[in-house]
């Protein structure tokens, strides 16, 4: 089974963009090929903007999976082997000599669950770990925004003002420890960043732009420091953004804004691995997963990071 793009995304995604489609998997394995089944899927905002890959319709969707190796003629991945591959949405994968360069390194995951592969010890969780501490570089004291902070990125961040879209999503970031929480559908976000920071900001890791990113800049203390995760409240414009210019703000207070893009990290992503999965088993990171079931919910799943009904990390298990 395989979802493609059945039409070009068009505004807000809809499950009716997508096609699942049935293939015959050759079972002539050459030597040095193998044949993986797909155990966890995952959908990530990437997959809407075509920054990373761009899907036409009728292409494959793209996307990381973990699977299984359920036939090899290949001794370094013999049958039962784990795999993280950027396969996409589809069931059972032959993997070629000329498809090796879509297979990632597998995290060593000791005794966590593999789905954490593609979140908090994954794409999502080397963003987090690399943006916040390599980009925001907090220091004790520091008063810390966080939006999207209920997300796969968001909630791995360590301190303290996190917003979400409901009050579920904040009642959940209160008990990971954030200090201040706020669901920013029910306020005014100019008085509230006021309440929560009377002097400011020193860091803010944004996950959402637009209108959110200007508001917030104007909170942050002279010479802030701001990381741009991502801007996913633009992914489904149509039209290009018509707001302020968010860079007013920065001349003004001459904030130091950094990019991020987690792959420039990705040499050192086993030491954040092995990080992260300490702070795991020590309870210092908590992460949460939606669990969706089935190949056939991944269109759902996806529309779930548009709409916000997803929390923490959204996988789909086989
Ligand atoms: P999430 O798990 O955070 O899922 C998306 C969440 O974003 C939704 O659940 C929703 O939560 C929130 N959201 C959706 N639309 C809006 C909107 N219009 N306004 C405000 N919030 C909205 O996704 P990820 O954690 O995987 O990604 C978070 C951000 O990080 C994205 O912008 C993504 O593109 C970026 N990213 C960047 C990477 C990099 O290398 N720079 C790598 C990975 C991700 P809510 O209920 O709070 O609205």
């Not at 203390?221 to 801007?231: A, L, N």
């Amino acid at each position: 089974k395989v979802w493609k793009l059945k039409t070009e995304f068009s505004g807000k995604v809809e499950i009716s963009d997508f096609e699942l489609t049935e293939e015959e998997v050759s079972d002539n394995i050459k030597d040095g090929e193998f044949l993986t089944e797909a155990l966890y899927w995952t959908v990530d905002p990437y997959m809407r903007t075509n920054n990373v890959v761009t899907v036409l319709p009728g292409d494959y969707m793209p996307g990381e999976q973990i699977s299984k190796v359920i036939t090899s003629k290949n001794s370094s991945y013999p049958v039962g082997s784990i795999v993280r591959a950027f396969s996409g949405w589809r069931s059972h994968t032959l993997v070629t000599r000329d498809a090796f360069q879509m297979l990632g390194r597998m995290p060593d995951m000791g005794d966590l669950p593999l789905s954490l592969a593609l979140g908090a010890m994954g794409m999502p969780g080397m963003t987090a770990y690399f943006g916040f501490l390599e980009l925001c570089k907090p220091k004790k004291g520091d008063i810390i925004l966080v939006n999207g902070a209920a997300g796969a990125v968001g909630s791995l961040g360590c301190e303290v003002v996190g917003c979400a879209g409901n009050d579920i999503k904040c009642k959940w970031l209160k008990d990971l420890g954030f200090d201040k929480v706020f669901n920013y559908n029910k306020v005014c976000l100019s008085d509230t960043l006021k309440t929560v920071a009377p002097d400011g900001f020193d860091c803010f890791f944004d996950n959402v732009g637009g209108d959110f990113t200007c508001t917030a800049l104007k909170h942050m203390k002279q010479c802030g420091r701001v990381t741009i995760c991502g801007y996913i409240s633009l992914y489904n414009d149509e039209m290009p953004f018509k707001g302020e210019y968010p860079f007013k703000t920065v001349n003004t207070k001459e904030l130091q804004v950094k990019g991020l893009v987690a792959t420039r990290w990705y040499t050192r992503w086993p030491e954040g691995e092995k990080v992260m999965a300490q702070w795991i088993k020590d309870g210092a990171i908590k992460y949460k997963e939606t669990i969706y079931r089935g190949i056939e919910t991944m269109p759902q799943a996806f529309v779930g990071l548009f709409d916000g009904t997803n929390t923490g990390k959204a996988i789909i298990s086989a």
